[in-house]
């Protein structure tokens, strides 16, 4: 699809997600073991056959670069690539001030590929898609933009950005967050939530951008400020998540969108991977997430003796590189070169990169960043009052964060 021309929008703080996002931008976080968020919406632009894809970045992107930049290489003899774009103050002395000022102050990225169509897509959410369905659609209706939603329970609506559309898809209103949502046409349970994904014609892209980063008042958001903007006065139109077909995919899975802006909803994305059948399946080859791939060796499970010194994982994903020394793992995900040594026992977890557990220790609904060392014996998740004396944060629902880098004792 060499008409096609992708722009990431992975600049986000995720402050929501501390102190996960505390050394990294939103994307780059870990997700699955082995991924990033951010692999997720890259990984379907590929297989959906979009090659020219630029990544716009801004805060603490160090991480975010070096992933992108050494795992995500493309065939630049075919004009393939997957390239950063670094916040350059291009329209002068300022950083993005909203998510159409990204793409305005990067036009001249449009303008030099020239494409027919632009995928503004946003670079921090958990779902597959066959973009090439959307595009489908969108060339049908002939339309200047079509938005990517997906059906939400009308209770729940309040939370997102609300499309009201007409009997034919037609958009006819939105509203951010609204106090009472307005239901799908023929479907008063259900309310259409924007997902943050649009696809452009390009010439009306670059008409309603400029003449939005000319309005003082704006708030150069794109759905605060271009969605609002553009259904009165151009063809949009919305497409139906649950429309689109992943090949290999199972029905259960159709229509699986996470914004995983909060550690709420970030622990329990990880955790629809790791059931039986699980809501979100990271094993199917039709549709491969891709990643930087990095060499470690296999997982290495050891030890079974008379004591209970036992090396055993349960309803969990094991990334390559962990030895499992003697320990307990359930319902758990762990990233690579992760020990978990003799007697200690981790439930309901997520590991990060590196983490080492040491004996008898006992870990519960907890996330571990990076390269953290569990002390032999030490117990979190158990008495939450004395993780959040310890520094710990403790989310209201109970899930226990140690941040990366922090020294325990």
Known sequence: MDNVLAMVLAGGQGSRL????AERAKPAVPF???????????????????????????????????????GWRLAGLLNHYVELVPAQQRQGPRWYEGSADAIYQNLNLITDEEPEYVAVFSGDHIYKMDVRQMLDAHKAWRADLTVAAIPVPIEEASAF?????????????FEEKPAD??????????ALASMGNYIFSADPLLDVIREDAQDKDSAHDFGKSILTRMFKTHQVFVYDFRRNEVPGQPESERAYWRDVG???????????????????DLYNRRWPIRTLYTPNPPAKFVHDDPTGRLGIAIQSIVSHGCIISGGRIER??????????????????????????????????????????????????????????????????????????????
Do not use: C
């Open 18 to 21: 501390m102190p996960l996002t």
């Open 32 to 70: 699955g073991g082995i991924y990033r968020i951010v692999d997720f919406v890259l990984s379907n632009f590929v297989n959906s056959g979009i090659y020219k894809i630029k990544v716009l970045t801004q805060y603490k992107s160090e991480s975010l670069n070096r992933h992108i930049s050494r």
């Open 161 to 173: 950005g609300v499309i009201e559309v007409d009997a034919e898809w037609r958009m006819v209103g």
């Open 181 to 190: 949502p307005r239901p799908i046409p023929g479907q008063p349970h259900l």
């Open 262 to 280: 909060t550690i709420a909803s970030y622990y329990s994305a990880t955790m629809d991977l790791i059931n039986v059948t699980p809501e979100f």
């Open 332 to 409: 758990s995900v762990l990233s690579p070169r992760v020990r978990i040594n003799s007697y200690s026992h981790v439930s309901d977890s997520i590991l990060f990169h590196g983490v080492q557990v040491g004996r008898h220790a006992r870990i519960r609904r907890a996330i571990i960043d990076k390269h953290v060392e569990i002390p032999p014996g030490m117990q979190i998740g158990y008495d939450l009052e004395q993780d959040e004396a310890r520094g710990f944060t403790v989310t209201p629902e109970g899930i226990v964060v140690i941040e990366k880098g922090q020294v325990l004792g």
